[in-house]
C-alpha cells in the first residue's frame, strides 16, 4: 500500500478533480496552475471600499462573492488596478468569483500579471464555499492503494484479492453478468473518509477496464452498459481467492468472523479456495447475502450449533 497524502495538492489537481461539482472554468493565470493548496480550509475574500486587502493566508482557495464584487466595482478605476494588484501578489494559491459574475478586467490583468488561477463559478457565495470544503476534504483524505477487484454486489462493495491470475477478473466477470455492477480492476485508490468508511475506486486512466486473460483488456461499460458500472464505493467485505491447499485447515462452519485492516479500518474478511468444479461467482454472492444477514443479526451457523447443543441437552439425538 501507498502510504498517507501528507503533501499539498496542485491547483491543476483542483481543477482537474473539482471543476464539475464546482461549475468553475479559468479565465486568467493559467501560468499559476503548479500553485499549491495546503489545505482544506476556504477563504471568503474581503476588498473593502477603502482599497485595504487583508492578506490571504498562505495556500488557501479564496472565494469573491457577489458583496465583494459589487464593493470592488464601486471604486475608482485606479484604485480598482491597486486593490487587485495588491490582492493576487500575495501567498494565495487561487481565486474563485461566485455567483455565475464575470471577473472584471483589473482582476484578469493581476491575475495573469502574478501568475495566480482565476476561475469564474455560476454558484453563489455559500453554497461554493461549502462545496468547495467538501471537496478539498476529499482531496486532503487518507489515501492508500490496493491490488483486486473492487465490485458492487447487492449494494456492498467488495474487494476481491488474491495472486495474480488466480481468478479474480473472472469472478468479477461472472457478477457483471448476473447483474452486479464494476467498480475497478487491479489498482484501487482507497480514500478513508472519517474513522471507519473506506471510499474505493479504479484509476481515472482505466476506468471501466477489465484484464481477461485470453481476452485482453475490455471494456465493462461499453459492452454492458452505463447500470453495470459505478465510479465508487465504499467498502465492506474483503474477499481473499486463494488456491486449494489439501494440508491446510479451512473454516468449514463459519463460527468465527475474520477481518483484515485497511488504514486502520477493520473489513469483514473471508477466505474462498479455488478448487475445479467450484462456482466462484455464487460463492461470493452467497457470501455477501450471508453477510448482510450477519449484519441484521442472523448468524446462520451459530445458530445451528446453538440449535443442536439444545437438542443434545434435551437427551435427543443432533
Known amino acids: 500500500m501507498k502510504g498517507d497524502r501528507t503533501v499539498p495538492i496542485s491547483v491543476q489537481t483542483f481543477r482537474q ?40 493566508r498562505e495556500g488557501r482557495v479564496q472565494v469573491l462573492g457577489e458583496t465583494t464584487l459589487s464593493c470592488f466595482l464601486g471604486l475608482e478605476p485606479g484604485r480598482q488596478a491597486e486593490t487587485a494588484d495588491r490582492f493576487f501578489s500575495g501567498s494565495l494559491a487561487c481565486a474563485v468569483i461566485a455567483g455565475g459574475r464575470p471577473a472584471p478586467e ?39 492503494t490496493v491490488h ?15 495472486r495474480s491470475g488466480i481468478g479474480k477478473s473472472e469472478c468479477a466477470l461472472d457478477l457483471v453478468l448476473r447483474g452486479h ?26 476506468a471501466h477496464h477489465m484484464e481477461i ?12 452498459g452505463l447500470t453495470a458500472t459505478v465510479q465508487r464505493k465504499k467498502m465492506e467485505l474483503v474477499i481473499r481467492i486463494e488456491e486449494w491447499d ?19 479500518v477493520p473489513l469483514p474478511s473471508l477466505v474462498i479456495p479455488v478448487s475445479p468444479g ?4 455464487t460463492i461470493v454472492e452467497v457470501a455477501v447475502r450471508n453477510h448482510l444477514l450477519k449484519q441484521l443479526g442472523v448468524h446462520s451457523a451459530r ?8 437438542k443434545a441437552g434435551e437427551g435427543g439425538t443432533p
Open 17 to 56: 478533480e473539482c471543476s464539475a461539482p464546482l461549475e468553475i472554468r479559468l479565465v486568467a493565470g493559467e501560468r499559476g496552475m503548479h500553485r499549491e493548496i495546503a489545505g482544506s480550509r476556504v477563504e471568503e475574500a474581503g476588498l473593502p471600499g477603502a482599497g485595504e486587502v487583508p492578506p490571504p
Open 106 to 144: 483589473p482582476f484578469i490583468e493581476a491575475a495573469e500579471r502574478r501568475a495566480v488561477p482565476l476561475f469564474c463559478s455560476l454558484l453563489s457565495s455559500v453554497p461554493l464555499i461549502e462545496e468547495t470544503r467538501r471537496q478539498l476534504a476529499r482531496l486532503f483524505a487518507e489515501t492508500s
Open 148 to 162: 483486486g477487484v473492487l465490485m458492487d454486489v447487492i449494494g456492498v462493495g467488495v474487494l476481491l484479492t488474491g
Open 181 to 206: 455492477r464494476f467498480v475497478a480492476d487491479d489498482v484501487i485508490h482507497i480514500e478513508k473518509i472519517g474513522p471507519a468508511t473506506l471510499l474505493g475506486r479504479g484509476n481515472d486512466l482505466t
Open 213 to 224: 486473460r485470453g481476452l485482453g483488456i475490455i471494456n465493462i461499460r461499453d459492452i454492458f
Open 246 to 264: 489439501p494440508s491446510k485447515e479451512y473454516d468449514r462452519l463459519g463460527l468465527e468472523d475474520g477481518a483484515v485492516e485497511i488504514m486502520g
Open 278 to 281: 467450484r462456482n466462484l461467482a
Open 303 to 310: 445458530e445451528l450449533v446453538e440449535r443442536q447443543a439444545r
